[in-house]
């Protein structure tokens, strides 16, 4: 099994440099053609032409799109994707500096979605053949129909201002230092024992996280309802009858173990858009992710950083797809080599 | 006392607001260490009587008179709890379709482990051992490696016997074994057949034994009970039911079922089919007299009385008397004399697969097909038999294109299939055509009789006219026995002997020179499939084609085919005339396959 994965993940490390690669070209030419300047932008208004010239060609830019690209890959390839237009800093070091927020929200969305979506289709299931059914039917449908900015905003609206119940500004209270060590302010919090910042952070991280998470539980709830149903036609469901099993039993120790692998699949598939998905998340509860920093970068035509964040956004999916699929043959033994 | 009673035991369905009676008053006592043979066609009712003892029925479906008594307990009024209590236990399920009978993501030991701890044994090490034991009873070799391996890692056979073992893991009173062998290769049948009997008779369990098989069922039990549209319509002694059918239905799927070793004689053809639940509800009197060549007006008007014809051989017939009368009028089907010219020659075709091509291994081949060399004369019928994974369904689908040879020739009317060039393969496309096995998966749910059975009519330059395709979609339903009405019907109405007819129907549309039928008649109904051996004996006659008849079922190809060729692990091992082969059989394994045909076969 371990082989296996191994193997896996050499493959995936192999086929991610030609799609890095092709990615990093199509940004890069797709950013070239919008119809703004670099070189003007980094200028004060009243630069002079002559003088925006002359930063053209200090940042390269009269060469020809091909030589660009190249000169941009060499540079990346040492760690170096250029200074961000508006803050001056390099894109890299912004992007790493935000990327933490962002992951730990995603991480507790997905836990959130997860918990909710395996929750509600086991209920969904449990409720087959009743009078609830079709009214549960019908709830799965509508919550599936709610975007996640849209529970943002209802529960930023119920539960912090009407109620006053949690914040829903930034990450952790304004008063309260922000320890720095890994970047991931859960942990670092915990690392230096200072309890009521971690307190505060997962205060904080709540609403942002439940209008991810409940945005991306019921294809998860349907999935698995509709996987179990498949599966209790199976002949070694109705064989575990036969054997004397409590429905109980069948359920936890045959049909959710099959049930979960479709249901994975789905789940890693729906990874990759709910972190994407973080992005509006953010704006909406100012979380101080890549998210912000993406909306920020594309307002200002910040070329070099939204490329930065745009990789690093293709690199995530990457590795979380790797990561499913090596959780696959764990779980599904018909895909481990014998 | 008996393991079981049942008392005029009915279950009934609820289908669209009407309520069918599904089996009616099914009566039979079960002796410890005794074999009952359920046996009936699908549609017969025969596996809701195993699901009536577990109470797993299908939705809508309810015992509604009648008991099952067990040592002496109702299992149909008995609290839920309590029956539970007894299955795995004293009542265990053999299943049909070994497979997918366990579960896929667990390991034979786990879920072995789980039956016996749920049976009281305690200790994982005892667990182990006792698991470990029965493994070995059932036939297993190095029962350690297995119990660490998951179904899919196993053969059919293999998982079946592992669940034979864990049937009788718990020393049961009453063993249910559905089908047990229809889903494994002709050579495993015998082998589990006997793995049941040396386990009924070591651990004196009754054992109820559901097949569709008359002879096996005959082979295996004590007693017999035949199953038409649900009503027993005769019950006896195994074989005084063989030898001497008293219902008329018994005696015609006795003469539709082609015989292993006596003198070679048409199969008997009933008409149409079983009633369906629904054709049933309107029936009044004996549900067979739709299909009874005894029937007389009598028959239609009232339900006929069960009446004993010999001591314990009981037949629900008014006609009884006049059964052995039934015969085929017909001689067998004639076989061409050695061909003219051959239609079909091929020279040492090979197949081989790369496996575990990969970044890290060496590539290695593995032959499918090794030096394959025969041919097919005109309007001959020749055979292709061999046990699953001898390479049979790979010829056949080099033959039609859908695999490419590794190496040798396919000569066909003298033009190379192998030959690259395009315009020769849709050339011939038209002269050679396929049967697939599986009519459901075969046939586009989504699209209409009329556009399946003229589908080559779309290919290549000529795309034909709609009203051209409708004619000749009439044409060829009744070259295949169907009403023209069913051009405009879906797949999925159709019943798995009508969907077959439509495949063959499709593989006509342009006459072909050649067909390949791979396994068309395995998994239909003996009734059904002597419809189908009589339809393609007459297409020839009317049309003239020769085929490839690939079948794991001897009886079947000796009817049929006048010339067989064995494979075995990817090598033709023997080939000749039929009678020959199958008469003085030289190869070990074809030996092997002779003698797994049953002998009064």
């Known amino acids: 099994m371990l082989a296996t994965v191994v193997k896996l993940i050499a493959r995936r490390l192999l086929a991610a440099v030609p799609i890095l690669l092709v990615v990093s070209a199509l940004l890069f030419c797709v950013l070239r053609l919008l119809p703004v300047d670099p070189a003007a932008m980094s200028l004060p208004p009243t630069a002079t032409i002559a003088q925006i010239e002359a930063k053209r060609r200090e940042m390269g830019l009269d060469r020809p799109l091909p030589e660009q690209y190249a000169m941009w890959l060499k540079a990346a390839l040492h760690g170096d994707f250029g200074r961000s237009i508006q803050f001056g800093r390099q894109a890299g070091g912004l992007v790493a500096a935000s990327l933490p927020a962002t992951i730990e929200l995603a991480a507790a969305a997905m836990i959130l979605a997860a918990i909710l979506g395996f929750g509600g289709g086991l209920l969904l299931f449990h409720l087959r053949g009743t009078l609830f059914e079709s009214i549960a039917d019908l709830g799965s449908i509508l919550l599936l129909s709610i975007p996640e900015f849209l529970w943002g905003l209802i529960l930023l609206f119920v539960f912090g201002v009407v109620l006053h119940a949690l914040p829903f500004t930034g990450e952790v209270s304004p008063n309260l230092p922000q320890p720095d060590i890994t970047g991931f302010i859960l942990l670092d919090s915990l690392l230096v024992g200072r309890f009521d910042v971690f307190l505060s952070a997962c205060r904080h991280l709540i609403l942002p996280a439940f209008a991810l998470g409940l945005a991306f539980s019921p294809t998860i709830m349907r999935v698995l309802r509709s996987s179990l149903f498949d599966i209790y036609h199976e002949d070694y469901i109705q064989q575990a009858r036969l054997r004397g099993l409590s429905e109980t039993q069948i359920l936890l120790r045959h049909a959710l173990k099959n049930a979960i692998l479709p249901t994975l699949t789905l789940a890693g598939v729906q990874f990759g858009i709910l972190f994407s998905g973080t992005l509006l998340v953010e704006v909406i509860y100012s979380y101080p992710g890549m998210g912000n920093l993406m909306v920020d970068a594309v307002r200002n035509a910040d070329l070099p950083l939204i490329q930065a964040i745009a990789l690093t956004y293709c690199i995530v999916v990457l590795i979380i797809n790797t990561l499913v699929d090596a959780l696959h043959i764990v779980l599904n033994p018909k895909l481990r080599t014998h | ?601």
């Open chain 2, 1 to 601: 006392m008996s393991v079981l009673q049942a008392r005029d035991l009915t279950i009934s369905a609820r289908l669209g607001g009407t309520v069918v009676t599904v089996i009616r008053s099914l009566s039979f006592d079960l002796e410890p260490g005794k074999i009952i043979g359920l046996v009936g066609e699908s549609g017969a009712g025969k596996t809701m009587i195993g699901r009536a003892i577990a109470q797993v029925l299908p939705p809508g479906f309810a015992i509604t008179a009648g008991s099952l008594l067990f040592g002496g307990d109702d299992l149909v009024t008995m609290a839920p709890d309590r029956r539970r209590a007894l299955l795995g236990r004293a009542i265990a399920f053999i299943p049909q379709a070994p497979m997918t009978a366990l579960n896929p993501v667990k390991t034979i030991g786990a879920q072995f482990d789980e039956h016996l701890s749920r049976l009281g044994q305690r200790g994982r090490q005892q667990r182990r051992e006792r698991a470990l034991a029965m493994l070995a009873a059932s036939g297993l070799p190095r029962p350690e490696g297995l119990l660490a391996q998951y179904p899919h890692q196993l053969s059919g056979g293999m998982c079946q016997r592992v669940l034979i073992a864990s049937a009788f893991a718990s020393n049961p009173r009453l063993v249910i074994a559905d089908e047990p062998t229809t889903a494994l290769d002709a050579t495993t049948h015998r082998q589990i057949l006997r793995l049941i009997a040396a386990m009924q008779r070591e651990h004196a369990t009754a054992v109820i034994f559901i097949t569709h098989d008359l002879r096996l069922a005959a082979d295996l039990c004590d007693d017999i009970i035949v199953l038409y549209a649900g009503r027993p319509v005769e019950s006896g002694p195994a074989r005084a039911v063989l030898s001497a059918p008293a219902h008329p239905y018994a005696r015609c799927l006795q003469l539709a079922n082609p015989s292993m070793s006596a003198q070679r004689r048409a199969l008997y053809v009933m008409p149409d089919q079983m009633p369906s639940l629904r054709q049933m509800q309107t029936m009044s009197g004996c549900s067979f007299a739709p299909r009874c060549p005894l029937a007389v007006e009598e028959c239609r008007r009232n339900e006929p009385p069960a009446v004993s014809v010999a001591a314990g051989h009981v037949v629900a017939c008014s006609r009884a008397a006049a059964t052995p009368s039934i015969d085929v009028r017909e001689s067998a089907p004639s076989m061409p004399d050695e061909a003219a010219r051959n239609v079909l020659q091929v020279v040492n075709l090979a197949k081989r697969y790369g496996v575990g091509r990969g970044l890290f291994n060496e590539a290695t081949t593995v032959a499918a097909v090794k030096d394959a060399t025969f041919d097919i004369g005109e309007n001959e019928f020749v055979a292709l038999v061999g046990e699953s994974g001898s390479g049979k369904s790979t010829v056949a689908k080099m033959l039609v294109g859908l695999e490419r040879p590794s190496s040798g020739k396919i000569l066909f009317n003298g033009d190379d299939l192998t030959e690259p060039a395009l315009r020769n393969r849709s050339r011939v496309a038209a002269s050679v055509q396929m049967i697939f096995q599986d009519p459901r998966s075969a046939l586009n749910p989504r699209r209409r009789i009329a556009s399946i059975v003229t589908q080559v009519m779309e290919a290549g330059h000529r795309h034909a006219r709609w009203d051209e395709r409708q004619k000749r979609s009439q044409q060829l339903l009744g070259e295949v026995g169907l009403a023209a009405d069913f051009a405009a019907r879906l797949p999925d109405h159709l019943s798995g002997g009508q969907r077959q007819r439509i495949n063959i129907a499709r593989a006509l549309c342009i006459p072909p020179r050649l067909l390949i039928a791979d396994e068309i008649v395995s998994g239909l109904d003996v009734s059904i499939q002597a419809q189908l051996l009589n339809l393609l004996a007459r297409l020839r006659a009317e049309l003239g084609f020769a085929m490839l008849f690939i079948s794991h079922d001897l009886s079947v190809v000796r009817h049929l085919c006048s010339r067989v060729l064995v494979m075995y692990r990817g090598e033709i091992v023997e080939q000749g005339r039929t009678e020959t082969v199958f008469g003085d059989p030289h190869h070990p394994h074809t030996r092997a396959l002779v003698a797994a045909t049953s002998p009064q076969a």
